[in-house]
T-cell receptor, first 114, second 114 residues
Framework: NAGVMQNPRHLVRRRGQEARLRCSPM?????VYWYRQLPEEGLKFMVY????????ESGMPKERFSAEFPKEGPSILRIQQVVRGDSAAYFC????????????FGPGTRLTVL | AQTVTQSQPEMSVQEAETVTLSCTYD???????LFWYKQPPSRQMILVIR??????QNATENRFSVNFQKAAKSFSLKISDSQLGDAAMYFC???????????FGEGTQLTVNP
């Protein structure tokens, strides 16, 4: 049973470009969470999604950031017009449901903005 | 809102010795879960141990055990017979049962000396 998959593992973008980060949850999991880890810091919650629904986006920056989890395909975290401060590791986690409190993490995507 | 504090940015231990990592948390809810995650240089987040707040018995997983003091809101991790492979960043995390997000501490970098 494959774990949570994230791609790409490393992404380099120039300021002003768009970054798309993908996350495929574990088989049987319909709940996806995105976290951001800035250098030398812990993980910070960004958004929680179920299939076709954003449940909690209280940790998302108000501008340039969006997330989706379509009926088919992976969850996408999209960052428009990236700035150097967006450089971070972005982790996706999944769970079978909200009542299953353990979240399983992917390997992360390291975004570098030049 | 929940908060998690790890007051030890760095710790070191001799191989085969025991080390304890500290964590305190705050939450207004009575029902929640606590976790310790390990993040090795690969950056993968690995669940080490979990504790349900309603359980008085401290969780154990092989060489890893916790000291859960609910009244003091303290959740320390003890690693016995430390191994070189235990060297990593360790994060304490809390999840309220009613919520969706994990709240992480800032981490403790553990070094294991041969």
């Amino acid at each position: 049973n494959a774990g949570v998959m994230q791609n790409p593992r490393h992404l380099v973008r120039r300021r002003g470009q768009e970054a798309r980060l993908r996350c495929s949850p574990m088989k049987g999991h319909s709940h996806v969470y995105w976290y951001r880890q800035l250098p030398e810091e812990g993980l910070k919650f960004m958004v929680y999604l179920q299939k076709e629904n954003i449940i909690d986006e209280s940790g998302m920056p108000k501008e340039r950031f969006s997330a989706e989890f379509p009926k088919e395909g992976p969850s996408i975290l999209r960052i428009q017009q990236v700035v150097r401060g967006d450089s971070a590791a972005y982790f996706c986690a999944s769970s079978p449901g909200q009542t299953q409190h353990e979240q399983f993490f992917g390997p992360g995507t390291r975004l570098t903005v030049l | 809102a929940q908060t998690v504090t790890q007051s030890q940015p760095e710790m070191s231990v001799q191989e085969a010795e025991t080390v304890t990592l500290s964590c305190t948390y705050d939450t207004s809810e009575s029902d929640y879960y606590l976790f310790w995650y390990k993040q090795p240089p690969s950056r993968q987040m690995i669940l080490v141990i979990r504790q349900e707040a309603y359980k008085q018995q401290n969780a154990t997983e092989n060489r890893f055990s916790v000291n859960f003091q609910k009244a003091a809101k303290s959740f320390s991790l003890k690693i016995s017979d430390s191994q070189l492979g235990d060297a990593a960043m360790y994060f304490c995390a809390c999840k309220e049962t009613s919520g969706s997000r994990l709240t992480f501490g800032e981490g403790t970098q553990l070094t294991v000396n041969p």
